[in-house]
C-alpha cells in the first residue's frame, strides 16, 4: 500500500525558516518524480514544487522561487521542503504526492499544516 | 503562472449529471493532453479522479468523465451522488514544466 507521511510543519514567525519531510513506503520512491502542493485556508490547492526522480530537475511556482528548495533522499525514501524567508502568505497546510505521470498526482499525504505569525 | 478558471459552484439533484469547466490557455490546457481532476471532501486529501483529459484511474466510479476542447477541459458527473458533494479541482501541465491547478468548484446535490 502506498503510503506518505508529511511532518515538520508548526508555527513559525514571519522571516523564519521551516523544513518538512515527507516519508514514502509501499513503492519504489526513486522510480518517480515527487511534488509539493499547498492549500491555504479555505482556499483552493497551489502546486509548490516538483522534483525528478535523482534530484536534478527541480521546478517551483514563481512565489516560492529562491526562498523553498525541494529535494530528495532515495536512500531514506524522503522527500524534502526546505522553506526560508516564510511570508504569512506561506500560511497552508503541505501536502507531498507522487507524481505518477505528467499534472497526475496519484497518491497524496495527509497534510502537515504551516503557520506563519508573530 | 495564473490558476486556471473553474465555475465556484455547480448543484444538481440526485440522479442528474454536473459539468464542471477549466478555462486556460495555449500555454497549458491547450497545449498539452495532461489534464487531471482532483476531488476534495472537507478536511481531506485530494484524490485524483481523472488524468490525461479523460482517463480513469483504477476504483474511480465510471459516472466520472473527462475531455477537453481548445483551451477548455470539462469533468462531468452523472447519476449525481450525495458522496459527489465536494470540491473539484483540475490541473494541467504548463510549458514552463510546471503544474497550474484551477480555482476549484464547489459541487452541491440539492
Known amino acids: 500500500e502506498v503510503q506518505l507521511v508529511e511532518s515538520g510543519g508548526g508555527l513559525v514567525q514571519p522571516g523564519g525558516s521551516l523544513r518538512l519531510s515527507c516519508a514514502a513506503s509501499g513503492f519504489t520512491f526513486s522510480s518517480y518524480w515527487m511534488s509539493w502542493v499547498r492549500q491555504a485556508p479555505g482556499k483552493g490547492l497551489e502546486w509548490v514544487a516538483n522534483?525528478?526522480?535523482?534530484?536534478?530537475?527541480?521546478y517551483y511556482v514563481d512565489s516560492v522561487k529562491g526562498r523553498f528548495t525541494i529535494s530528495r533522499d532515495n536512500a531514506k525514501n524522503s522527500l524534502y521542503l526546505q522553506m526560508n524567508s516564510l511570508r504569512a502568505e506561506d500560511t497552508a497546510v503541505y501536502y507531498c504526492?507522487?507524481?505518477?505521470?505528467?499534472?497526475?498526482?496519484?497518491?497524496w499525504g495527509q497534510g502537515t499544516l504551516v503557520t506563519v505569525s508573530s | 503562472q495564473s490558476a486556471l478558471t473553474q465555475p465556484a459552484s455547480v448543484s444538481g439533484s440526485p440522479g442528474q449529471s454536473i459539468t464542471i469547466s477549466c478555462t486556460g490557455t495555449?500555454?497549458?490546457?491547450?497545449?498539452?493532453?495532461?489534464v487531471s481532476w482532483y476531488q476534495q471532501h472537507p478536511g481531506k486529501a485530494p484524490k485524483l479522479m481523472i488524468y490525461?483529459?479523460?482517463n480513469r484511474p483504477s476504483g474511480v466510479s465510471n459516472r466520472f468523465s473527462g475531455s477537453k476542447s481548445g483551451n477548455t477541459a470539462s469533468l462531468s458527473i452523472s447519476g449525481l451522488q450525495a458522496e459527489d458533494e465536494a470540491d473539484y479541482y483540475c490541473t494541467s501541465y504548463t510549458s514552463s514544466n510546471t503544474y497550474v491547478f484551477g480555482t476549484g468548484t464547489k459541487v452541491t446535490v440539492l
Open positions: 522534483i525528478k526522480q535523482d534530484g536534478s530537475a527541480k
Open positions: 490525461d483529459v479523460s
Open positions: 495555449s500555454s497549458d490546457v491547450g497545449g498539452y493532453k495532461f
Open positions: 504526492a507522487r507524481v505518477g505521470g505528467a499534472a497526475r498526482l496519484d497518491y
